[in-house]
């Protein structure tokens, strides 16, 4: 039995509360169980200088630990100079990219600022997946106002992780369980099921290609769990 009482194919609770900032175009507070982040969208008329004249816009992200989401206070230079920090937010960017019509958003820019208020696992998989929800409220309310005269948003796309801890199968890990893993997964995936990214890790041992392919169908099937929740809460 896992911890919070789940079935080892079973994503945790998701909860979204949107519109908790007045002066974003679109934000949110996101929570995969006990993994909670906060994430505002920003519109900004500028472009990156490689893209300006290239009839596009652009979509970035930043990502960021607040100092109390761990169990122990992490300093806040420490957490702003980690590469793993560098890494999830170009993640997350390529994640919205890759289901956006860039060129909607001529000579604009998108910015994603996801803060993780609480971390108990899958921070990155829980700031992707409220991603695509915050750009999609924010672009939808940009679209009525008629600053983009389209949805650029071509489908949904999540996050979630998988991974081996006793010999047992599970999906969507909290901290526990991926502190505890034999060998973890994390799979970005479209509606479609087209893979934005698919990395998995072998952590105390050597992975099998059985092992792989059965944890990259629990992690597709956590990912369909999770599109329907998305479009679910977008209605």
Same mark, same amino acid.
């Given at each position: ?13 998701? &909860? ?9 175009? =679109?934000?949110?507070?996101?929570? @995969?169980?006990?993994?909670?982040? !906060? ?13 300006? =004249?290239?009839? #596009?816009?652009?979509?970035?992200? &930043? *990502?960021?630990?607040? +100092? ?6 992490? +300093? ?5 100079k980690? =590469? ?10 390529r ?10 958003l %001529?000579? %604009? ?21 409220g ?11 940009? *679209?009525?106002?008629?600053?983009? +005269?389209?949805?650029p948003?071509? &489908? +949904? ?5 998988a991974?081996?801890?006793? =010999? ?6 909290? *901290?526990?369980?991926? #502190? ?17 990214? @698919? ?15 059965? !944890? @990259? ?5 956590g ?9 679910? @809460?977008?209605?």
């Open positions: 039995m896992r911890i919070d009482s789940r079935a080892n194919d079973q994503i945790r609770k998701i &909860e979204i509360q949107t519109n908790i900032n007045k002066y974003a175009e =679109g934000s949110l507070i996101i929570s @995969f169980g006990d993994t909670k982040v !906060l994430i505002t969208v920003s519109l900004e008329d500028k472009l990156p200088q490689w893209l300006i =004249g290239k009839d #596009s816009g652009w979509i970035t992200a &930043e *990502y960021n630990m607040l +100092p109390r989401a761990n169990q122990k206070r992490t +300093p806040r230079d420490a957490i702003l980690s =590469g793993r920090t560098h890494e999830i937010q170009r993640l997350i960017g994640s919205i990219r890759a289901v956006t019509d860039l060129t909607v %001529k000579d %604009k820019s998108i910015i994603i600022d996801c803060d993780v208020i609480q971390a108990d696992g899958g921070t990155r998989t829980c700031a992707i997946t991603s695509y929800i915050a750009v999609q409220n924010a672009l939808h309310r940009l *679209y009525n106002m008629g600053v983009i +005269p389209a949805m948003l071509k &489908e +949904p796309v999540a996050a979630v992780s991974g081996i801890v006793d =010999g047992e199968f599970l999906l969507d890990l909290n *901290y526990l369980e991926d #502190s505890n893993a034999e060998i973890d997964m994390n799979l970005v995936m479209t509606e479609s099921q087209n893979i934005v990214e @698919f990395q998995c890790t072998s952590e105390k041992r050597v992975v099998s290609k059985d092992e792989v392919d059965r !944890l @990259f169908l629990l992690a597709k099937k990912i369909m769990d999770i599109i329907k929740i998305q479009k679910d @809460f977008l209605l």
